[in-house]
């Protein structure tokens, strides 16, 4: 069986999207032999060029613009290279291909993902009820859309305070100041509202895993970062073996029936035996290739399940395995450039 | 929580937590102190190992000792 694989976000930049990690860990179960379709936004995505591992590039629409010209995108890749599954991995694709999964499904592709109600829980309005739901705890928090909201939520979690965007950024503020300069900078790149939340004591680790849809796990590891760019993504991190941490990921799945990917980010405060949820991301994260490094394929397990192929149980992974992020550089003709630019394909 | 059992422990005194991704190092001392408290020794056992061991008196040894269950402790590892 060959299968024709699509993954998005193969910007693997200073800020990289998960999906170059995601076609590694396919490429790697041989027993799939698997062709991988990368879905880009932009002619000068790296994984555009990276042969050895994206086998053939398309630019997409963005999934902002209608959803009858992204879905025909993906049927004309369909007719013209063929494109079985699809595993979207940015946010901001999310909500359309939840919602056309089905349409999808119809039309010959297939995808893994949460089911709309799912995928809602990643919400932080939703995360105390989550937490509480798993057995974990979660810092409080304030919903913020204006300045006196701002000083007022101030007063209520105290100093200092995370200051976080919906979906990207997080800032600590020790003073009122900072957090009104947070804010103002929350809100001029990423728009209202601005989420304001108790700071609380522990070491971030964070879980990647994905349930099967039937409240199994199709594998899970726990890692701590170890070292983090300016941006706050990984550049090194180990794995770890938390038992309640990872028992609060496979409470996730049982409870919820979570069908898909998803990373649980949590600080764990070991003096005081306790951890906090501090966000669900209903996708991988850019470092998911490091479970695959460590013999736990999950990506491979999802594509697995979709096509009732036997899904590797995975009971076990060895704790203190680094992850290297390393930038390197290669050099092509202008060829490949030239067809993404005038045909959209490589 | 009782975390020394799942330290791994190397001979040249490198220690990795897996509970919680930190990674210590020791000197000969502290790593026969570990070793021995990972057997499940006493106190006065591992003061007498350590004057069997190193070529120190009691008071230091057993000052030495304590200082370091009590750093243990502090990281709560003990």
Redo the contacts between chains.
Sequence with gaps: MELKIGISGINAVDNPGPGVGVAKSIKEDRELSAKIVGLSYDAMEPGNYMKWIIDKSYILPYPSTDHKTYLNRLYYIRENYGLDFVLPVLDAELPLYLKYQKELEKNGIKTFLPTLEQFKLRGKDKLEEVAKNIGIETPKSEVVNSYDELVKAVEKLGLPVMVKGVFYKAYRAYTVQEAVSFFNKIVAEWGYPVILQQVVSG?E?NVVAAGDGEGNSLGMIA??K?WITELGKIWTG?????EELLNSAKRFIEIYGWKGAFELECI?D??N?KIYLIEINPRFPAWSYFSTGVGVNIASNIVRKAFDLPVKEYRDYP??KLYIRYTDDFVVGIETFQKLITLGEN | ?NRLH?L?VNDEGFI?D????ESFTVNRTGLFIINRLKEGKKEEEILQGLLDEFNVSKEVAERDLIDFLEKLKSY?II
């Design positions: 070491e680790m890692i701590k170890m180990i794995t770890i073996k938390n764990v070991l003096n035996n704790a203190g | 929580m799942q791994a990795f897996p509970l919680t991704g709560r």
